[in-house]
């Protein structure tokens, strides 16, 4: 339904709707995980990138590959191992023959990277470089093969994998790249309720048919509408604030932050928050953007851009609880 530029109040209802759409899609697949969802869904209409955190068997894999045939785009999978090279990501250059003129030439043969959604599953499995590979492609859309660019289909999405348990023969994403990723979401275990509806799903002959929400263009336009959305001087003053209290050389860092804390969020941090806070309002229906908005964010955006010290350890003080403190403490 096309709606006037100049009514905020239909493009907020537009966008809710669909918002609301794609998780009635979503929801015929996978039970419950509606937080998730919502911080997936707002990671991809303000163009950012996510970090998924959890166990083996919590169907994230399942959750991404079904937001993908909601909303058409293509999708990808890669599983990053140790032995995995970055042209395995990329693509690589191959020698074809062409038989009419008896000629040879090469031929690029494009990688997984080249998909709207790509699932990189276990990132941390793999050596930098090859980590680097995709991280690039994040953060330029393209990647560059023998000299030659080649752009990314748009819209581009990056949902990257991490098993917290098994950490032996991984290779930890620097703080550098992980700032690259607009969230960090933790994906925990299933209510009672919802692992009873999960196993009576999955173990029964009932089937379910998803039907696409938005094509490309649609998605695309939607993402621009976020850029749109007006903020307060106020929720920038206070998302920046939040921000630069956690750096612990700030003059504005509470005590608890200096004692605490090695390393503090960067600008992107705020930039991902007000961005983060425009879909967010957008996606119940407000033209406008809130304190709260920012707020219900803010653990995503933070967690994985802070740095505690081994006294947080020793006190058992994480970034979570950390990020908890700050919000009660920024006015």
Excluded at 266 to 285: E, N
Excluded at 307 to 320: D, F, R
Aim: glycine content about 6%; proline content about 5%.
């Amino acid at each position: 339904m096309a709606v006037e530029v100049n009514d905020p109040v239909k493009l907020a209802d537009e966008f809710q709707q669909a918002f609301a759409n794609i998780k009635q899609e979503i929801h015929k697949a996978v039970i419950g995980q509606d937080d998730i969802i919502d911080l997936l869904l707002i990671s991809l209409f303000s163009r950012g990138h996510c970090v998924l955190v959890g166990v083996p068997g919590l169907a994230k894999t399942l959750l991404i590959r079904t937001l993908a045939d909601t909303l058409n785009l293509s999708f990808n999978r890669i599983q990053f191992t140790p032995d995995l090279m970055p042209g395995d990501i990329t693509g690589t250059e191959v020698i074809e023959e062409n038989k009419n003129e008896g000629t040879k030439e090469f031929k690029f043969i494009k990688g997984p990277i080249f998909a709207n959604i790509v699932l990189a599953d276990e990132i941390n499995r793999t050596p930098p470089k090859t980590q680097a590979a995709l991280l690039e492609g994040m953060q330029e859309y393209h990647v560059t093969a023998s000299g030659t660019t080649y752009d990314l289909d748009t819209p581009f999405f990056v949902l990257a994998t991490q098993n917290p348990i098994e950490q032996e023969g991984t290779y930890p994403l620097p703080e550098a790249q992980l700032d690259r990723f607009m969230f960090n979401i933790w994906v925990d275990y299933p209510s009672f309720e919802e692992e009873k509806a999960i196993v009576s799903q999955t173990t029964s002959k009932q089937k379910y048919e998803l039907n696409a929400v938005l094509d490309k263009d649609k998605i695309e336009e939607l993402q621009s509408l976020v850029r749109e959305v007006p903020v307060p001087e106020t929720v920038l003053d206070y998302a920046v604030k939040l921000v630069g209290m956690t750096r612990p050389e700030s003059s504005i860092a509470p005590d608890y932050i200096k004692k605490y804390m090695s390393w503090g969020a960067g600008p992107r941090a705020s930039q991902y928050l007000i961005l983060g806070g425009k879909a967010r309002a957008l996606s119940q229906g407000r033209y406008n953007v809130t304190e709260e908005d920012i707020r219900e964010l803010a653990k995503p955006v933070l967690r994985h851009r802070i740095v505690n010290n081994y006294a947080a350890e020793a006190e058992g003080y994480t970034t979570v609880k950390l990020i908890s403190r700050l919000l009660d403490d920024v006015h």
